[in-house]
């Protein structure tokens, strides 16, 4: 199993980011997708998950009206849009696999992949 995050950088206050996960080794099309994030010093937090079909998505309040969490079956990849950038959002992405489609949680999710750095400073 593998779970490949990339698209992080180093973007300014209000700017955006679209990270991607491509998949590999599980059955893409059974499992919810999520992102959580880890920033400085703090506990991984759920930030966004996306049912099977795509159909359902579920955010954390912190993102909501900001972050966009889609996927493409076909292409065995989850994506996080993410727009209007705060400081606070600078973190560790990851994404993970979940046999729920709406885990919030990170013991529901069985693969995690290894992380992506998104720094939002001027």
Same mark, same amino acid.
């Not at 990849?77 to 990170?106: F, H, N, Q, W």
């Given at each position: ?35 959580? =994030? ?5 506990? =991984? ?56 489609? =709406? ?20």
């Amino acid at each position: 199993v593998q779970l490949q995050a990339s698209g992080g950088g180093l973007v300014q206050p209000g700017g955006s980011l679209r990270l991607s996960c491509a998949a590999s080794g599980f059955n893409f099309n059974t499992y919810g997708m999520g992102w959580f =994030r880890q920033g400085p010093g703090k506990e =991984r937090k759920f930030v966004a998950v996306v049912s099977w079909t795509g159909r359902r998505t579920y955010g954390a309040d912190s993102v909501k009206g900001r972050f966009t969490i889609s996927r493409d079956n076909a292409k065995n990849t989850v994506y996080l849009e993410m727009i209007s950038l705060k400081p606070e959002d600078t973190a560790v992405y990851y994404c993970a696999a979940s046999s729920s489609y =709406r885990g919030t949680t990170e013991d529901e999710y069985d693969y995690w992949g290894q992380g992506t750095q998104v720094t939002v400073s001027s």
